[in-house]
């Protein structure tokens, strides 16, 4: 089918390479021009505006938005629904809050503009293994676009969850999941590496274990694969990023009264991994230093 | 090889009938007969008392104890001592715990028995898939056994760990982490099944997580088997037992100074499942009376 | 001086008790009639709309607010504002998300009406004992309304906080940490009463911590009071509310990449005790008879 | 009434100079000289030996033991028990494992000797305002004991818990509590410190939350004193301790099988502010590349 792209980063450009492969004609967009020569050289259209792109496409017209949620994301919607024509739809690709999900689909429906919501897994692996897809929009609208998703997705498929907001959402979600599968993992080989009088080799225990173990599993193979490479992690900070989604899922399960203790823990360690130190530590010891006379270590 | 083992409940009897598979003279016994008796069948050299378990099998023996940890495998162990001799091997396959394995190695080797620690994953599973082995103990012992070993594990085979204690320690996190991971998705989809305005179908939802997604695993397989079965898993009741492991797991982490927060709110959770009601709750809702006069319910 | 309030429910109408035994002018208005008649007899001047609220006050007026947050508080902000003239003052006494008094001290500042946010602290006992005043606003508009805050609070006074909205934050904060030094109790209680061999007095053992104990404070005389009461807490359901601040403190931690486990598992643990069962608990039993063949039990 | 006490630390000397006070003959002994020439000035009997403090004391004797828990006091118990006669009581008022107690009075029965437990609340400020007491042991023995009691407690008292271990089961819990408050109250002025654009000044929040809020505290009064020293906590360290009985409440909660989120967090906690870095966030920082391409920090 005729596919409209913009935003070419990572996710992006693999995206755009995968549907290439799958024969599809993709006219290709991005705020600097290298990405754009580059996939054109893969064989898609270029486009170096959203005039351009939008121009390249027939109605009714398909484009996605592969950007970095908030902000950049909302600004290319509004710029694309400026150009475009009642029956076009626009699908949010990045990790866009359901919530904005709603509140723009609401717009773009008063100008006969169609929206749908992908939420997007598998990472840096998506282009040679299909991408995870978790689809928000109205039946018939997705249905439009299923050969698109059918060419993403691995062979078993892409799911169409329900109404616009439900893709992201279930994204959101996945992301939350796969915050508290890794500090579990993380928390496990810890405690393994501070039990030192065992030795005991956290590659070969990773790898043990994802050959028929009830924890095997494929972020267990990423990390046998980061312990073969770096036994002891040396050459790593343990500095942990958090991109949005795992705080979206806390506040949405706090909104539903559902406890997600583990979610929820799981981004407190990553904030703890950002800070040298902390103010709360600073008044504990303060406290034990007045009831008790501890001493405290001078800062 | 020449194995022995005594304790037939469902690991250990799967065990048995992978290592006749294999070929090995397995010679069985259990406290009841009909376990006996039903692998002989499968040809087995029956054993009804631990005596002819023993007798039955050829010097230097291997004799592995697959029962529940604590009493049970102590008693049985300090039973086989008492009838094995210097150059025999006593494998513990159970969940124990591993600073039991560390004091009954020592009080073995007084006596020229040798002690090896298995730790055993892959539950009903195992089988047919065969199981993951953590295993603990002196190398040329641990060498020795090794063909026993190997047919029990999958076909990239087990791993010997470290010294006596550290099989079973691993599988001790390996549970912890289990809880973890477990209570991870337990979290997402009580999320996504709260969100009712979405209508989510947990089952498509896990079955196409497990088509490339970050958090695909065997857990989730399990996971969408589970919810194709009972969409709404109306049929089961909110009640989750542990076993022992995660509790070992948070007092180890707790000795070895090392934040634990998801493994223990995993355990903490299942400690709610099977409260109908928490007496802190109470003193919290007095608490609420009396500084603000909230309404209580009434008992 | 002369004061306006509208919400006379519990908390209100102390504090126009309060302000009425200061001396002040106090002009009482309310939805239902009952209350304002009841205070009327303590000599309030009654209003029995917005309007004659706003007509019996002196410009340049000051009106309280004390309503619940949200829609209810909104609405009647708005309808005063629409009486109100330049120069005149709203405060808002209950419990607003800080973000709210930002936004609405926006919009009034443009129509020349001031606005204050008062957090107020104390429960039911701050009629005798004087309210914690937590007071966010620009200095010369509190320091004008000074003589209001001096009656409510005890000897030692109130607190100016800093600029709008500063009030009601240090409020919210207060009701987070509320939320665990609360919990921090219920699990001590819980876990002595599950000594049962003990056989512990939970009354005394209150009494005996209010007397020289590091943990004695305000909330451990009131459970003092309710053991006194029912020693076994036997007439109360575990069931447990909560007013939106916790939640809201949580939120704020995130937004500010502080960790906050403590109070936030304080707001989940709430959610427990009212849930019957959790379908979190149903999908960790699930996963276990898949993996294990561990026995679920039947709904 | 005649009193022998050995370890004459802070805790030790303290006790022993509010029983002169309080009209007793006090016999003090320590491992090294000073302490017990200074007690001795304030009245004390010396003993340079644990000889001498035994035969300074008529039988039947009771001796006070206040050192650091675990081998240091296990030693004093045995050596004083060898020196003393059936009818003597030996009082442990350190921190110890209330199963260490059971298992002590057991072996000491056996002699004749009778064994107390003695909680010890209230820091370097019991020596003037009393000590928070929660004895546990034989009602008899405790009788007997009474006057030491109710010069050590403030004026209401010293609680007998009941049998021998529950006066350290009711300290230890008691400290689990302190730990969950403690980090209630540090989470809060995080948040606060963290909302930089309200400049907030946490000694005055502090100080007005002592005055009528429902958080209002002994700590939050040590609190308000360590802001006024130091209003940002420059000077300290944000580095935190911690004694045992935090370890050892959860470690109960958990035999108990009840849920202490809070509790536990709270010693988590201060396990990260001894950690500079922790090896779980460096596996979540590997992860994160591996799946996502996700740049890391370059140790």
Not at 17 to 22: A, E, M
Not at 163 to 174: C, Q
């Amino acid at each position: 089918m005729d596919i409209g792209i913009t935003g070419l980063g990572r996710m992006g450009a693999n995206m755009a390479r995968r549907w290439l492969r799958g024969g599809h004609r993709v006219v290709v967009h991005n705020r600097s021009r290298g990405p754009v020569d580059e996939l054109a050289t893969a064989g898609a259209v270029p486009a170096y505006t959203l005039d351009e792109l939008v121009a390249a496409l027939k109605p009714p017209r398909a484009v996605w938005v592969m950007l970095p949620a908030g902000e950049v994301t909302e600004r290319a919607i509004v710029a694309l629904a400026n150009l475009m024509a009642p029956g076009d739809t626009i699908v949010d690709a990045g990790n866009t809050m359901y919530k904005d999900d709603l509140r723009r689909a609401e717009e773009l429906k008063a100008r006969g503009i169609y929206y749908v919501d992908q939420g997007t897994s598998g990472g840096i692996w998506g282009l040679e293994l299909g991408y995870c897809l978790m689809v928000g929009g109205d039946a018939d609208v997705v249905a439009r676009l299923e050969p698109a998703f059918r060419t993403l997705a691995p062979q078993d498929g892409y799911l169409h969850c329900g109404p616009v907001g439900s893709g992201h959402f279930v994204k959101m979600v996945h992301n939350g999941v796969e915050y508290g599968m890794m500090q579990a993992y993380a928390e496990g080989f810890e405690i393994m590496r501070s039990k030192t009088e065992f030795n005991l080799d956290l590659h070969k225990i990773a790898a043990v274990w994802n050959h028929g173990s009830v924890v095997r599993s494929w972020l267990l193979e990423l990390a046998e694969d980061a312990f073969r490479q770096d036994p002891h992690l040396e050459s790593i900070q343990g500095y942990v990023e958090d991109s949005g989604e795992g705080r979206w899922t806390i506040q949405t399960a706090i909104e539903l009264d559902v406890p997600a203790p583990v979610i929820t823990l799981s981004l407190f360690e990553r904030f703890h991994s950002r800070k040298p130190e902390s103010f709360a530590a600073k008044v504990l010891a303060a406290l034990r230093k007045g009831f008790g006379g501890h001493p405290v270590k001078p800062a």
